[in-house]
Structure formats: structure tokens, C-alpha cells
């Protein structure tokens, strides 16, 4: 009787172990082992035949790679050193970048044999929140007017990995044409939109002649008619009572009160012989806004003529 026996070696690798470690150098390409080596050693080649593909090295090693659970090193030896498949790409970075600072983001690529190659030589990406991103995985943030989200992302050998983070609204007067007016970025845009003309200090455009200047320094909506400030006598003294940004907002306008006996001649606290008002209550509205009383300390019915009024410079 007899036997018909047949061979089949699909693959046969060659490898000699070695001391010394360099870095290694990928040479990219196609994920599915399909590699041109950026060098080969002395006996580092791909021979194949219709039944057989031998990938061969002999020589030192090429470069070292990691397994972080449980700790494995690798040491990755010269042709076939080359050729491996990605699984992951793994994209560390800060959670959070102000939008006057840049943020550094690196890539490491988890292989087929488990371990991990930092500083892949990934292109790198961005979608949301960004300006630009380096080569080097460098991220600068756009201007924005509240915290808004950002993703990067990298790419290595048809393989995507990306983080998120979120971009932080640090500067409260630079964006767009609303940029160093004065008055803050996120006020302007809820309620005019992006860039819109109207939205400047010195307009008023519903009509009632109050500027935006003075409706963003009481913090209201420009349409508001109903909470400008409101001059009463206690006492025997004029008082006004006005809304005005606290203390903590960015931008804020310098706030003034302001009398007079003849509509000519205003005095306030920085004028001499002052004080010439005194604050008498300060009642919290919100987290940025606050309601303030302010009386004259000259007594209404001692003088002819009396007026109070409010100023807003700046900042």
C-alpha cells in the first residue's frame, strides 16, 4: 500500500536573541505584515514560493518593546522586527487646555504580540475646540467664549485611536470682532450670535436709547427696560439703587455715583472733600450679579438743588 505525503510551511521565522538594545525605528505601511524594512541585517529578507513565505533575521537587535501587565520586555530583532500588526492606538494628553496655552498629546501603539510601542510615528488630528496640531502631537486651542470640547486624535497604520478634552475659556474678551470691546465674549454671544454688528458697546438696538455698555454692566438682557437704576429720597437723602457685576467677573466696568447741585459739577468718592455717598446695602442676585444701595451723604432739603446719577467707564 502506498502513501501520498504532502508538505505545507506557511511560515518560518529565524531568530537569534542579542544583548544590546536601540530604538526602534517602524517603516510604516501596511497593517496586514506587509512592511518594506527601513534596513535590513546581514540575513534579514522575505523569501516566498507558491507554497512557503520565510521571514528571516539574523543580526542584532533593532529595537525594544513593552507589556505593562504583567511587565514583559521585548526585545525586537531586525527584519522581522519590522513587521507586526496594530491593534490600538492609545492617545495620553491633559484633560483640560486653557485657550492661551497649548497642550502635549503622545500616541503608543498596542501590537499584536501584546506589547505596546510608545511615541508611535502617528499622524496627528483635531475636531472641535482647536487652532492647529503639531507633528509632535502639540495642541493649541481656539479662542472660545465658554468651555467647549476638543478631540485629538492620531493614526498609525490604518489605526485610530483620540482623546477628548476641553478647551478652557480663560480670556473673557477675545473672541472675534468682540475682542478687547470691553464687555464679555459670552454675553455678547447669547444674545446677538457670533460676530454680529449690533453687539457692540456703544449701540442700542431696541430702541430705548440704554447702550449695550451700560445693559451688559447691569448684567440684563439689551432688550431689558425694566431694571436700569431707580432714584428715591430716604430720609432726607437722594439713594439710588442699581445692579452692577461682582467683584470676581472679567471683564467688569468701574462703577461710579455720582451727585451734583447744578447737573454741571458731578462729585464722587475720588472728588475732594468726599466721600460724597456712602453704600448703605449690597443683596446678592446671582453668581455674578449683585444689587447695590447708595445714598448722599449731603441732606436733600440743605441745598436748592439735588441730583444722583450713576456712571459706567470702562474697563
Not at 100 to 108: H, I, R, V
Not at 221 to 236: K, Q, Y
Not at 253 to 260: A, D, K, L, R
Amino acid at each position: 500500500m502506498n502513501a501520498s505525503h504532502s508538505l505545507s510551511l506557511h511560515r518560518w521565522i529565524m531568530s537569534s536573541v542579542v544583548i544590546a538594545a536601540s530604538p526602534l525605528h517602524a517603516s510604516g505601511g501596511d497593517p496586514v505584515l506587509e512592511a518594506a524594512p527601513q534596513s535590513i541585517d546581514s540575513g534579514g529578507r522575505r523569501v516566498t514560493s507558491a507554497n512557503f513565505t520565510i521571514d528571516a533575521t539574523l543580526g542584532g537587535v533593532l529595537g525594544v518593546s513593552a507589556a505593562a501587565t504583567p511587565t514583559v520586555t521585548q526585545n525586537r530583532q531586525g527584519y522581522i522586527a519590522q513587521l507586526f500588526e496594530v491593534q490600538t492606538l492609545a492617545v495620553n494628553g491633559p484633560l483640560t487646555v486653557a485657550e492661551d496655552a497649548t497642550g502635549n498629546f503622545a500616541a503608543s501603539a498596542l501590537l499584536d504580540d501584546g506589547t505596546t510601542l510608545a511615541h508611535a510615528l502617528v499622524s496627528w488630528n483635531f475636531t472641535g475646540a482647536g487652532q492647529t496640531i503639531s507633528s509632535t502631537g502639540e495642541f493649541f486651542p481656539a479662542e472660545v467664549y465658554l468651555n467647549s470640547p476638543a478631540r485629538v486624535t492620531a493614526e498609525w497604520r490604518g489605526v485610530t485611536g483620540g482623546a477628548d478634552l476641553t478647551v478652557l475659556d480663560a480670556l473673557k474678551d477675545n473672541y472675534g470682532t468682540y475682542a478687547g470691546d470691553g464687555l464679555r465674549d459670552l454675553w455678547q454671544v447669547i444674545y446677538f450670535g457670533e460676530d454680529s454688528p449690533l453687539a457692540m458697546p456703544g449701540l442700542a438696538p431696541y430702541g430705548d436709547g440704554i447702550v449695550n455698555q451700560l445693559k451688559h454692566a447691569w448684567n440684563v438682557p439689551p432688550d431689558d427696560r425694566f431694571n436700569s437704576p431707580t432714584a428715591s429720597l430716604s430720609g432726607s437723602y437722594l439713594t439710588l439703587t442699581y445692579r452692577r457685576l461682582k467683584g470676581s467677573v472679567v471683564p467688569r466696568p468701574n462703577y461710579q455715583v455720582q451727585v451734583s447741585n447744578d447737573l454741571g459739577t458731578w462729585l464722587d468718592n475720588t472728588s475732594a472733600g468726599g466721600p460724597h455717598t456712602a453704600e448703605t446695602a449690597v443683596v446678592s442676585l446671582n453668581a455674578e450679579t449683585e444689587l447695590v444701595t447708595v445714598h448722599d451723604n449731603t441732606p436733600f432739603f440743605s441745598v436748592p438743588r439735588r441730583f444722583i446719577r450713576l456712571s459706567v467707564t470702562g474697563p
